[in-house]
């Protein structure tokens, strides 16, 4: 069976709540519970314990980890053969998820913009489901080392708390054979960062395939599947989103800012700019900068 990944996209990163250690002598199991509402995350420590979900069964090792869904029922598929020890873990993903076999289906109903193209500052996380965690021991001290913490002061901790639980999940996800990464993925990410590096330089479609030794059609392709977009069309939107940034930041001349961005005639880059945001750059400057009255009002208020 293929394997299943949980989709989701990185902001805002899942959240912890809680955890804990649980111990089943043989004969016992896992209780039954449904619509949780949170994700439930096992790590068997030693023995073996017997999970289900829906109609799917897992014999879950040492070394073992499993996410279960907060909207579907778990139930123990058998009682534990043999003294069973292992973590859990409840957090939350406030963005939209997903839950598909495979790495392929990335794209989620509301991660894209008008336009039809995932957004530059998106990125989506796949994390399997159910797989061995390639330094056990490590994620064993990391569990330890949460639960320790559940001795302080919440203020001091959270923090802490956060950032164990996020190496949890990154050890998941960099711990994937490169063989079980989508190709597709792989070469869109690969050119959407040739893009963000060449982004001030006249970059063209040979260019992009040169440099990733694939050719133009099955590049664009790869993007088209992974950001809805073509390599050329990635390309100026991310000028525009930098060029945005600089009207923001700066206060470098529009026609500066053009020649910056790679859009070396002004005239072109308000037009494409004013297609896309609605507004002509000085117009989009503009509504951010404070008026007279506003100006007039704090400082009679300082």
């Known amino acids: 069976m293929e394997p299943l990944f949980i989709h989701f996209q990185a902001v805002?990163?899942?959240?912890?709540?809680?955890?804990?250690?649980?111990?089943?002598?043989?004969?016992?199991?896992?209780?039954?519970?449904?619509?949780?509402?949170?994700?439930?995350?096992?790590?068997?420590?030693?023995?073996?314990?017997?999970i289900g979900e829906d109609d799917r069964r897992w014999k879950l090792s040492a070394g073992e980890m499993l996410i279960l869904l907060p909207d579907r029922y778990h139930y123990a598929s058998a009682p534990c053969h043999e003294e069973t020890m292992f973590y859990w873990l409840h957090f939350r993903i406030a963005s939209p998820w997903r839950e598909v076999a495979g790495q392929s289906e990335l794209n989620l109903k509301d991660t894209t913009i008008s336009k039809g193209w995932m957004h530059p500052e998106q990125h989506m996380i796949s994390i399997p489901k159910h797989w061995a965690m390639p330094a056990p021991q490590q994620s064993y001290d990391q569990f330890d080392k949460l639960l320790g913490l559940f001795a302080?002061?919440?203020?001091?901790?959270?923090?802490?708390?956060?950032?164990?639980?996020?190496?949890?999940?990154?050890?998941?996800?960099?711990?994937?054979?490169?063989?079980?990464?989508?190709?597709?993925?792989?070469?869109?990410?690969?050119?959407?960062?040739?893009?963000?590096?060449?982004?001030?330089?006249?970059?063209?479609?040979a260019m992009l395939a040169d440099a990733l030794h694939f050719h133009p059609n099955y590049i664009a392709r790869c993007m088209k599947e992974v950001?809805?977009?073509t390599p050329l069309e990635y390309l100026q939107h991310y000028r525009l989103e930098q060029a945005k940034l600089l009207l923001l930041k700066t206060d470098l001349p529009v026609s500066e800012i053009s020649d910056s961005v790679g859009f070396h005639y002004s005239a072109y880059f308000t037009r494409c700019f004013t297609q896309s945001i609605g507004l002509t750059p000085r117009q989009y400057r503009k509504q951010f900068q404070p008026t007279a009255t506003s100006a007039a009002a704090f400082t009679s208020h300082s």
């Open 12 to 50: 805002p990163l899942p959240y912890f709540i809680e955890c804990g250690k649980s111990a089943y002598s043989q004969g016992q199991q896992h209780p039954d519970r449904a619509n949780l509402g949170m994700f439930d995350l096992l790590l068997v420590r030693r023995g073996t314990l017997y």
């Open 152 to 205: 302080g002061l919440r203020s001091n901790t959270f923090w802490e708390q956060q950032q164990i639980f996020a190496e949890l999940l990154r050890t998941a996800v960099d711990g994937q054979h490169p063989g079980n990464l989508d190709p597709s993925r792989v070469v869109a990410e690969r050119a959407e960062a040739y893009l963000k590096q060449h982004y001030h330089s006249d970059v063209t479609n």
């Open 227 to 229: 950001y809805q977009c």
